[in-house]
């Protein structure tokens, strides 16, 4: 499958992105194919297509989220949208008015793509219902962050060369990331073994139904592992209220050098960022020969732009419209 | 015994319902005749009263053999008035009440301001005689400003005409508090309602804890916040011997602990609201807000428990829980959004479909609608008897009729049976011997 080939293929069957919930392994595929073929385009010197120009992209963050959002950007800029950013923080938006009011809004100005990010779960799926174009989940409350999924599977297949059979150990606040429902719902689909480790305070009520093996004993959940992923801990739920102390949380649940040794010798370790340095990861792992979460990042603008280039595809006047 | 204020003087005259199948449980009244009204009084009723045997000059209505039942008790509902106008008034709440067979509304004290004195329940029930078309007895804070620490002037209250007391949508936390509220409540006759839930677990939950809110990764609300505040209240119950009624129940924990307290011979009651017993979490599918209910829905097999509880006569009570909420409290997201769903107007013919769906017994479910509720209230209603203010429906098992998002009568829209197809419907509901609603006069 080539992105530069004249004739484009149907990637997705939806015509929004709002969970990993729903795609088939086909549908993953197919996605991670295309962003490999963004990856390589982006380390040329011309990075720009114009595979999306005309369309208008708009990033409506109602979370604050450097990163997730200047990727996304660039990912819009790179295919040739027009990309605006619209800022939430001190509008009619956060002074009461509904979410399904700021749909409308936004719907009225026909953008082709809408990349959300917000505190609720659920609410790119509102949005979804009230609007015309195709919507991209950026993260919805403890729900789903999708392209993060996306992006630690390309950036786990081109390690690995594959993902189908690997134990993955993923780490720390299940209960609130939306990268742990994501990653368990991607992983799980296309055939690896998910573990999740944390202290029960950290899992979320019937975790095992997720078709996850469930630790609570950080060395026993990443022996033999051939992924960690550590989660940021929120710093509100350090300090007694989920656990009672970052230093207890590190000498428990924290990725350092002599714990690395349990999983295999060529585990990966990753971290969606932004770390905490000394609470769920060691400087020492964070920044050695085992981590690849720069890799992460840059995966991160390649999966986005395959994302957005799928979704072009569905909407009227595009390749499967 | 009294009658639930409003609608003083009622018609007068005399008109003859005939051709009816009368049906009050309560009174093991199953037949077919008629129903004689004098001057908002039910004069007599059975088989004798027809067509012809009346007096020429008296006024008559042909119910057309359909099933004439006690006008129904609704001992939950969220009227708006005062404070909240704008999602409901009495007028409004009344409305939607007579449009659903309920005769008689329960309203909550939690409005703005409180109902927590006693010049505040006088002017609930001077509104609603004033614009209300159906009766209405409030509810009273058992707390002041519903704050969980000093009990309101229950005696007061009641000689206002609170029919009992309660914190509305919220449990009283404080055992010492509660203990008192229960022990001084007895002397003066009157129930103590609670709302069951812990508050501190149930903090920031939104649905029922499960699978599905870790699916849906919304935070949720385990069962055992509604077991733990009410096996605490059995055990104050025990202790100070108090009228004491659970306003709505939800798991099946829940059942089994109150079925236990009654065997026990304990004097407590408790209720449960037709959405709990027709719905379930998985109703919330893709984070639809008119679901968001406190207490939440829960899984089948509560729901299933619940069923089981009516039957066996372990819930005492069915409410609609109507409670109206905006496009302003509900269009937004799940975490986001207001608690409640409006149901008055539904809560018979939903009812009905739990007779055809679970083969509950019409006598069980009509009887937890009204006796029941008139009993543990102390109220003169919710029967068929001569003597009785005559307050009753007619209600058209075979009408079948679909749920309109803005088709009912209550001024806010968050109904949770939006779109379903109900089977049965009201067709007239008759208050203090007046015509409060006409289906085939809309």
Redesign the interface.
Known sequence: MNALSPHRDKILSASHLLGIEGLSPPEISRLLDLADTYVELSLQINKKQDTLRGRTQINVFFENSTRTQSSFELAGKRLGADVMNMSVKGSSVSKGETLVDTAITLNAMHPDLLVIRHSSAGACELLAQKVDCAVVNAGDGSHEHPTQALLDALTIRRRKGRLQGLTVAICGDILHSRVARSNILLLHTMGARVRVVAPTTLLPPDADRLGVEVFTDFEAGIADCDIVMMLRLQLERMNGAFVPSTREYYRFFGLNREKLKIAKPDALVMHPGPMNRGVEIASAVADGVQSVIKEQVEMGVAVRMAVLDALSRNLPGGANA | MMVPAGLSPGHIGTVCYVNARLFDPGQDLDVKGGIRVTNGIINSLGPKITAKSRPANEQIVDCKGRLLLPGLVDMRVFAGEPGFEYKETLATATESAAAGGVTTIITMPNTDPVIDDAALVDFVLRRARDTGIVRVAPMAALTKGLAGHEMTEFGLLREAGAVAVTDGIQSVANARVLRRAMAYARDFGLPIVQHVEDADLALNGVMN???L????????I?SMAELIVLERDLRLVELTGANYHASQISSRAAVEATRTAKKNGLPVTCGVSINHLSLNENDIG??RTFFKLSPPLRSEEDRKALVEGVEDGTIDVIVSGHDPEN??TK??????AAFGAIGLETLLAAAHGLHLNENIPMETLITAMTRTPARILGLEAGALTEGAPADFSLFDEKIAWAVEEWGLKSKSNNTPFEDRLMQGRVVRTVVAGQTAYELDAQ
């Open positions: 804890e499960g699978e809110s870790t699916r849906l990764g919304l935070p949720g385990p893709s984070y496009p302003d269009r937004l997201t799940f975490d986001e």
